[in-house]
């Protein structure tokens, strides 16, 4: 567990599955997918297909997500991916599904101390960073707070109701990284 002073993050547990599920899925639109990648189709899958891939996951030793905490609840998750491992090129990624936790620092916290600890646990990456897109200011704004670079802007690369918006990579480098919150 890693812990912050709002939040902390933890890997998924067996216990944490139906919790997970129903912030999610629990609901037929969640309110979270009008900013987390709105243009891709939402499908919502059923309890038991979910419960059984996470159960096999976790059981292979599961950490590309672990789970954002505040107060002993789960209020969203962090992810990692390779865009291209054999250039140590990583991708993460945020989600706050609890709208009640908007706006109050959890998600600037939690891409601090997901940065800090994936910088930690694997030495060889160079840059860590996420693609947002220009309808979501708010993700771009943790990214700049943090003291991200906007890295790329694709103009009008995704449509949303109709409107188009931007993609929007942001970065950091280890070593800017470590000069702004050390090693």
């Known amino acids: 567990m890693i812990k912050g002073s ?34 891709f189709p939402w499908k919502r899958v059923d309890y038991e297909p979910y419960r059984s891939v996470m159960l096999e996951r976790i059981e292979q030793g599961f950490d590309t997500q672990w789970l954002i905490m505040a107060e002993e609840q789960i209020i969203g998750s962090v992810f990692y991916y390779w865009e291209y491992e054999p250039t140590n090129w990583m991708e993460m990624g945020i989600t706050i599904y609890s709208p009640d936790h908007w706006n109050g620092g959890f998600g600037t916290e939690a891409i601090k101390l997901w940065t800090s600890h994936l910088f930690r646990r694997f030495p060889d990456i160079p840059r860590l960073g996420y693609t947002t897109w220009s309808g979501n200011m708010r993700m771009i704004q943790v990214g700049l707070k943090l003291g991200m670079q906007e890295e790329a802007r694709i103009r009008k690369a995704r449509s949303y109701n109709g409107e188009y918006y931007d993609s929007v990579k942001l970065g950091v480098l280890r070593e800017e990284w470590e000069e702004m919150y050390g090693a």
């Open 6 to 39: 709002k939040i902390s993050l933890k890997p998924i547990e067996l216990d944490d599955i139906p919790t997970l599920w129903n912030l999610i899925y629990g609901e037929e639109m969640p309110e979270f997918k009008k900013w987390d990648a709105p243009y």
